[in-house]
């Protein structure tokens, strides 16, 4: 009796021990081979979506390549649009058939020769033109980069504040300056008419072509497609393209002194002239009164051209 009384009392002990604590007995290794499941299934989809991710990118960077291979032969018309201009193309064409016939009439009758007016008159109708709106697209596209920034900041604290993209977008369209004002009021209305963000971006991007832009196009183009907040990413951009700016600027106060260098030598052989024809005009208008003469100015021209285009390729830095 006592060995059976004896049995029986460590049974129920057992059992209370059991019964106090099964949790951490049955249950916790349960739940951790759970966990260490999941982990391993997470794990194996984590290469999955790093790949997916990488496979957005590649395309999106391969599609930014192409247009910025087409970027470099742009027609007439968008080189008027990134300049800012309401010009047409037929207008700008009658401005400088206009331009060049003035040059070559006052060429003419200061030198008397066709051979001098013709190329002068050529060289100014066309080149003239064409790197006035060049210098002019450069000025615009630099405004615009440098009023970007501040544009993302104010458009990450309206999306942390709960305003939607449209209408952040629309604070932008009220209070910025221009150029980007233009732009994202036609960013905007693109919008407005059914296109998603990341494909009025893209056109954005086309009217804008920096690199800065095509940043920002990336941008929100992938986290379009993985989800999530955007201000965060807004604002990492606009931080990133501060510092390049910063960058920038460093790097043209480093190159203004051998770009002033190159336009002083630019300007000597004219100096020259000039000074000599104060001296002795009879000498000096032997350059434009006489045949060998103006073979040598002319040679001269060229090669002043030439130098000047060598210096500006070797001061062309990108960042």
């Known amino acids: ?27 916790v290794p349960a739940f951790t081979s759970r966990v260490s499941d999941l982990h391993d299934q997470a ?18 960077m391969k599609e930014l390549a192409q247009a910025e291979r087409a970027r470099k032969s742009i027609s007439l018309k968008q080189l008027i649009q990134q300049a800012g201009y309401k010009w047409t193309p037929r207008q700008y064409t009658i401005g400088s058939i206009v331009l060049g016939l003035l040059v070559f009439i006052v060429v003419l009758v200061m030198s008397g020769n066709l051979l001098v007016a013709i190329p002068a008159g050529a060289v100014a109708g066309y080149f003239l033109p064409r790197h006035y709106l060049r210098g002019s697209c450069d000025k615009r ?40 004002r233009s732009e994202f009021q036609i960013l905007s209305e693109d919008q407005a008419i ?28 992938i986290q379009n497609d993985e989800g999530g907040g955007i201000a965060k990413t807004l604002t990492t ?31 000597l052989p004219v100096a020259g002239i000039g000074v000599n024809y104060l001296i002795n005009p009879d000498a000096a208008s032997l350059l434009w009164t ?13 090669w002043v051209a030439i130098g000047l285009f060598v210096m500006s390729r070797m001061q062309r830095i990108k960042t």
Do not use: C, H, W
């Open 141 to 180: 596209k630099s405004k615009f980069v440098s009023q970007l920034p501040d544009a993302l900041d104010a458009i990450a604290r309206s999306r942390r504040a709960g305003v939607p993209m449209s209408e952040a977008i629309k604070v932008i369209v009220r209070d910025g300056q221009e150029p980007l």
């Open 237 to 267: 951009l606009s931080n990133t393209i501060r510092e390049r700016a910063k960058l920038t600027g460093k790097i043209k106060a480093m190159m203004a002194e051998a770009k002033s260098g190159s336009r002083i030598m630019a300007g």
């Open 290 to 302: 006489t045949l060998i003469g103006q073979i040598v100015l002319g040679g001269s021209a060229i």
């Open 43 to 60: 794990a194996k989809v984590r290469p999955d979506l790093d790949q997916i991710r990488n496979t957005i990118m590649a395309e999106r």
């Open 194 to 221: 059914g296109a998603t963000l990341p494909e009025a971006m893209e056109r954005l991007a086309a009217r804008i072509p920096v690199e800065e832009m095509q940043l920002l196009s990336l941008a929100v183009s």
């Open 1 to 27: 009796m006592n060995l059976l009384a004896a049995i029986f009392m460590a049974l129920a002990f057992t059992t209370a021990v059991a019964a106090l604590f099964y949790r951490q007995l049955f249950e």
